[in-house]
T-cell receptor, first 111, second 113 residues
Framework: DAKTTQPNSMESNEEEPVHLPCNHS???????IHWYRQLPSQGPEYVIHGLTSNVNNRMASLAIAEDRKSSTLILHRATLRDAAVYYCIQYSGGGADGLTFGKGTHLIIQP | DTGVSQNPRHKITKRGQNVTFRCDPI?????LYWYRQTLGQGPEFLTYFQNEAQLEKSRLLSDRFSAERPKGSFSTLEIQRTEQGDSAMYLC???????????FGPGTRLTVT
């Protein structure tokens, strides 16, 4: 079973920032937080991951709470192409194990 | 970098038949993973290879499922005696041993009639 909880769906407007929350209250000290997204009819796509510090890349930012029990994926300026299911994953495998996906958050972008 | 490819993209088979899917990972990626995704659910991890060694196979759904990666490059997933409940999207992913992120292919959609 997934160890994270996310809202089933969220809606945002194009060109506005989007904050996608995730709770991971059972996280251990060695667990990373990963985010993947899945566009319609495609395989999942890696977005970002982090351990303790906030992280930025070209796709998004990841803000991790100080107690690490929650995190927020930030899309700074949503476009219609960002409409997807976003998965937050608590992962300790170091690559030597599979990812445990939940149902994710279905992000709807309104033009 | 051509990405992870999977063939076929779609497969329709009759109940009781065997099916085999192929995954070609990104070149130089020594880790390869198989997942299954049913409608409305996130992907479910099935098995994992590092080079040609299958290091995790306890999550394969039944003994009808098997996977190989004979030369540490492409991999195949076989389902014997298919059942209607096997209808799903089968996803393959690959990664470098030195990196944690996985790169997914487009999947093979299986329909068992």
């Amino acid at each position: 079973d997934a160890k994270t909880t996310q809202p089933n769906s969220m809606e945002s407007n194009e060109e506005e920032p989007v904050h996608l929350p995730c709770n991971h209250s059972t996280i251990s000290g060695t667990d990373y937080i990963h985010w993947y997204r899945q566009l319609p009819s495609q395989g999942p796509e890696y977005v970002i991951h982090g351990l303790t510090s906030n992280v930025n890349n070209r796709m998004a930012s990841l803000a991790i709470a100080e107690d690490r029990k929650s995190s927020t994926l930030i899309l700074h300026r949503a476009t219609l192409r960002d409409a997807a299911v976003y998965y937050c994953i608590q992962y300790s495998g170091g690559g030597a194990d599979g990812l445990t996906f939940g149902k994710g958050t279905h992000l709807i972008i309104q033009p | 970098d051509t990405g992870v490819s999977q063939n076929p993209r779609h497969k329709i088979t009759k109940r009781g038949q065997n099916v085999t899917f192929r995954c070609d990972p990104i070149s130089e990626h020594n880790r390869l993973y198989w997942y299954r995704q049913t409608l409305g659910q996130g992907p479910e991890f099935l098995t994992y290879f590092q080079n040609e060694a299958q290091l995790e196979k306890s999550r394969l759904l039944s003994d009808r499922f098997s996977a190989e990666r004979p030369k540490g490059s492409f991999s195949t997933l076989e389902i014997q005696r298919t059942e209607q409940g096997d209808s799903a999207m089968y996803l393959c992913a690959s990664s470098l041993e030195s990196r944690i992120e996985q790169y997914f292919g487009p999947g093979t959609r299986l329909t068992v009639t």
